[in-house]
């Protein structure tokens, strides 16, 4: 039944892997056919124009040739690991066909499952890895496009509001001879320039935006460069370097504005004490004009700044909704897709976790039949074994028969040879107990050398004894 069920289980993950397999090839199919098409494309555009959009084409064609080395390098890099990975499956395959039930053997196959395990999965981390920068990197290529078509979307289909906003202020240079030098230099600039420098309003907004952000720091060229969509670098230096001259220009005008304006009236001042006459007080009039000219020019800028910032906060509200509507919506695809890739991650390692299951059970079996072979074996070696002492014991214990009656014979050839010599030869002795309590013969000899020793040794004088020390004498 697990056989069955083992089968049933590989069937449909082959099923599943043809079917995935078949859609893949079939994708790439179409995606190769479109890039062949635009690629052809591209070469009939390349050798129809000429001048400026055929730099803009040659531009893109190098960022294409650098693109494209950039994937065969990748490609040959996937490619050795997919070879090293390859070798080291192939190594395992040969080193399973010859099964060793030794412990070197297994700890070697061990060594080479979890050296392929780890392999597999460094290379699909740093693909996941890659795969991951791309997909961040084409959602923010994806909303700088949004940007770009939606400003010219704005420009081509706008209402009044965004037509003055897309369009650089222009000013003239008054022709009073009696204006500030400085207040004419400024309004020139102006004039040749625009207010913006000849940005539009978003771009020039979004540059002050960061600018301020980064207090004019030069860091904050790099987030212009990244956060202003189809600004170069160069561009963004040429506009700081226009934006400190127009900051420059009109603090100069701010400041011959303030110093004119209290000269004129300490001229009304004296004026009007010391003057009386007719021209003294046309003279009067003519200034007045004159202020009343000059702050006529700065409401109308101020009114003319002010109607553009609305028209720049109108465009960013409404680009600032249609941004964070595309971001929750790629954020709801990115949670959808990340949902279903989790899911079929839990499904395979479930998957994963079920087929080591089994090749653990697998396993036990067969070292179970393995160790119940091996008792099988030693118990029949111990039979052959027992077999062999039991016969040894049997053929000891005959041997020791065979020397018991041996002895046993001799032991009555023996008597019987005893027996025979007692009947032939007849000893005849008295019994005589008293003999028992005599001293032997050699017993008086001894006796008699003991006394003539004695007769002539002398008187024993001194028995020689060991000395008794000082501190034991008188004990």
Not at 70 to 95: A, P, S, W, Y
Not at 98 to 118: G, H, W
Not at 122 to 148: C, N, P
Not at 220 to 248: M, Q
């Amino acid at each position: 039944m697990l056989h069955d069920a083992d089968g049933a289980m590989q069937e449909w993950k082959s099923n599943t892997d043809r079917a995935q397999r078949a859609k893949f090839l079939r994708d790439w199919s179409q995606i190769k056919f479109q890039a062949k098409t635009l690629n052809r494309e591209l070469s009939t555009q390349m050798r129809l124009k000429n001048g400026e959009s055929k730099k803009m084409l040659a531009e893109l064609e190098k960022i294409e040739n650098c693109v494209n080395e950039e994937i065969k390098t990748e490609r040959l890099r996937i490619d050795q690991h997919l070879c090293n990975m390859k070798d080291k499956v192939t190594k395992f395959h040969r080193q399973l066909t010859d099964v060793k039930s030794n412990p070197e053997y297994v700890s070697r196959l061990r060594n080479a499952m979890e050296d392929i395990e780890t392999t597999i999965t460094t290379f699909k981390e740093q693909q996941r890895k890659m795969f991951e920068d791309l997909l961040t990197e084409e959602t923010g290529l994806e909303r700088d496009i949004e940007i770009i078509q939606n400003r010219l979307e704005t420009m081509a289909h706008s209402s009044d509001v965004h037509t003055i906003a897309s369009k650089p202020h222009l000013y003239k240079a008054s022709n009073s001879s009696n204006l500030p030098p400085e207040v004419k230099t400024f309004e020139k600039y102006l004039a040749q320039f625009g207010p913006q420098g000849g940005w539009d309003d978003y771009d020039h907004g979004t540059f002050l935006k960061l600018r301020n952000k980064f207090k004019a720091k030069s860091s904050f060229i790099t987030a212009a460069v990244e956060g202003i969509p189809g600004r170069r670098e160069e561009d963004i230096l040429d506009h700081e370097k226009w934006y400190k001259k127009f900051l420059e220009l009109q603090t100069e005008k701010k400041k011959a504005i303030s110093e004119w304006k209290l000269k004129k009236e300490q001229e009304t001042k004296d004026c009007a004490i010391n003057a009386t006459s007719e021209e003294e007080l046309s003279r009067q009039e003519q200034l007045k004009k004159e202020r009343e000219k000059i702050e006529e020019v700065e409401r109308e800028r101020r009114k003319q700044d002010l109607e553009a910032w609305k028209a720049l906060k109108a465009q960013q509200t409404l680009e600032e909704a249609e941004r964070k509507k595309k971001e929750d919506l790629n954020k709801k695809r990115m949670k959808e897709k990340q949902e279903l890739t989790m899911k079929q991650v839990r499904e395979e390692a479930r998957m994963r976790l079920k087929e080591k299951k089994e090749e653990k059970e697998r396993d036990k079996w067969r070292r179970e039949a393995e160790q119940e072979e091996i008792r099988s074996a030693r118990s029949e070696q111990a039979l052959k074994e027992i077999g062999k002492f039991q016969m040894r014991d049997n053929q000891f214990l005959e041997s020791k028969k065979k020397e018991k009656s041996r002895k046993e014979e001799l032991e009555r050839l023996k008597e019987e040879r005893l027996q025979k010599v007692k009947r032939e030869v007849q000893v005849n002795a008295q019994a005589d107990r008293n003999r028992l309590y005599r001293p032997t013969d050699a017993w008086i000899q001894r006796n008699k050398q003991r006394e003539s020793d004695q007769g002539t040794q002398g008187p024993v004088i001194n028995m020689p004894h060991r000395a008794v020390p000082t501190w034991r004498q008188g004990i």
